[in-house]
């Protein structure tokens, strides 16, 4: 239905006026019918009367009186009385108040009555005829007695005026009704999107009940949430113990070979130990940060950090990003950076660069590229999901498939976006946009 409101609210309170709308008129109409019947009614029993009493009156009348008669103006109600002649109209009338006229005055009178007028669009008088005395004669009815008086303007002008206040009225109504039907809507969608937000009960009884089990649903999810990463942080907190343990038997072992062998094992351990780890604090941290940062400063300290460890990097920083500040933790920024350098280096080919430029007003704009093989487009979507591996392969070295999930939560979690794309020439360009707070 492309005709009607989009919204709830919208629909209701029209919903609201058409019914009050077609009630009034079904209303009015009925009242209009029954004006006609009574009017009607009353004029056959008006001009019976009037017939019957000139049947009486005009046989015993002389001849100046009747001169007098008929010279006569409109008499009592309006009516004229003519005599036959050829004067009188040959149009025999059709309308539905001259037929149903004419079926009346017939009972009432026991005598067939000829009904003549001027013609269609004639405004004339109905002309009524009769025998009298043996002769014709006709009473003349006015064109303002066919039907009832109109209803007087300031009745629709009540009717206009008590829809408009039903309508301000229906409007108080539901938004009482909408209102927590909205909030109730917006708290669903930033469950959706991994906020939660409880909501107040409020509004109707149903309305009341749902916002409850919403309610109760983000306890029990928050319980499960709980209970999960508790499992997942202590599962991978006891791992660390073993780990170490196994690194003290590697260093004891004569065979060079072996601990090679294993000592590659033991670091692909950790890093996917560390990997979960990363992922679980990241969600923890999903709230907004109070702190921010400037971010080309921050992102120049983790450079150089990750270059002392002799790692090919380069970076560029445009002049407009220099004083862009972001919400976010700088531990969060580390983590983020050192996922995407770490993939970059294991999946992809250096030399990694990484660069900050303001493309659009409000918002800063994050580059790390490497010039590897890249992510097929089918591909990119999935991943940067939690646990997505792109190649079999990879599971095989240390990886769980959680650093560009990692990414996207962080970058989420501060209000922008993040994307995979093509870089120029070869290999992948991870596009991360914050948006930027004043100075």
């Known amino acids: 239905m492309k005709l009607l409101p989009s919204s709830l609210a919208a629909r209701t309170v029209l919903l609201v006026i058409a019914v009050a709308a077609i009630a009034e008129v079904t209303t009015f109409t009925l009242l209009t019918r029954h004006r006609q019947t009574v009017h009607l009614s009353q004029s056959i029993r008006f001009v019976a009367g009037q017939v019957r009493l000139l049947q009486a009156v005009l046989p015993g009348l002389d001849d100046a009186t009747r001169q007098r008669l008929e010279s006569a103006e409109a008499g009592e109600e309006g009516l004229l009385l003519r005599p036959d002649g050829d004067f009188v109209p040959q149009h025999e009338p059709d309308f539905g108040f001259a037929q149903r006229l004419a079926v009346g005055l017939n009972e009432q009178l026991g005598e067939t009555v000829r009904l003549r007028h001027a013609g269609p669009g004639q405004h004339s008088g109905l002309w009524i005829g009769f025998m009298a005395?043996?002769?014709?004669?006709?009473?003349?009815?006015?064109?303002?007695?066919?039907?009832?008086?109109?209803?007087?303007?300031?009745?629709?002008?009540?009717?206009?005026?008590?829809?408009?206040?039903?309508?301000?009225?229906?409007g108080l109504f539901v938004r009482g009704i909408v209102g927590p039907l909205s909030r109730l809507g917006e708290a669903v969608s930033s469950t959706g999107d991994g906020l939660s937000r409880a909501v107040t009960p409020e509004g109707p009884k149903e309305v009341r009940r749902l916002a409850e089990r919403h309610n109760t649903m983000l306890a029990q999810l928050a319980s499960a949430e709980a209970e999960r990463r508790e499992m997942l942080a202590g599962l991978t907190h006891d791992l660390r113990a073993p780990l170490a343990r196994l690194r003290v038997r590697l260093a004891l072992l004569d065979s060079e070979l072996e601990r090679a062998g294993l000592t590659r094992d033991a670091d692909d351990m950790e890093r996917i130990v560390g990997q979960c780890l990363s992922f679980l604090r990241s969600e923890e941290n999903s709230a907004p940060p109070e702190s921010t940062l400037l971010i080309a400063d921050a992102v120049s300290d983790e450079v150089a950090r990750h270059r002392e460890l002799g790692r090919p990097i380069e970076m560029a920083v445009s002049e407009d990003a220099t004083t862009s500040r972001v919400a976010i933790d700088h531990g969060k920024l580390q983590r983020l950076l050192d996922n995407l350098i770490d993939n970059a280096l294991q999946y992809g080919a250096p030399p990694i660069e990484v660069s900050l430029s303001v493309e659009r007003a409000g918002t800063v704009t994050l580059r790390v590229r490497d010039h590897g093989p890249g992510i097929a487009d089918e591909q990119r979507a999935r991943a940067l999901e939690a646990f997505a591996q792109i190649d079999p392969a990879r599971a095989t070295g240390g990886s769980c498939g959680l650093g560009l999930a990692i990414v996207r939560r962080i970058v989420s979690g501060c209000g922008g976006d993040v994307r995979l794309a093509d870089a120029p020439g070869c290999g992948l360009e991870v596009v991360m946009n914050f948006p930027t707070l004043p100075a």
Request: charged share 10%; no cysteine; net charge neutral.
């Open 133 to 170: 005395g043996g002769q014709r004669w006709w009473l003349v009815l006015p064109p303002p007695r066919f039907a009832p008086q109109e209803l007087p303007a300031d009745l629709w002008l009540g009717l206009a005026a008590a829809l408009a206040v039903l309508a301000l009225i229906a």
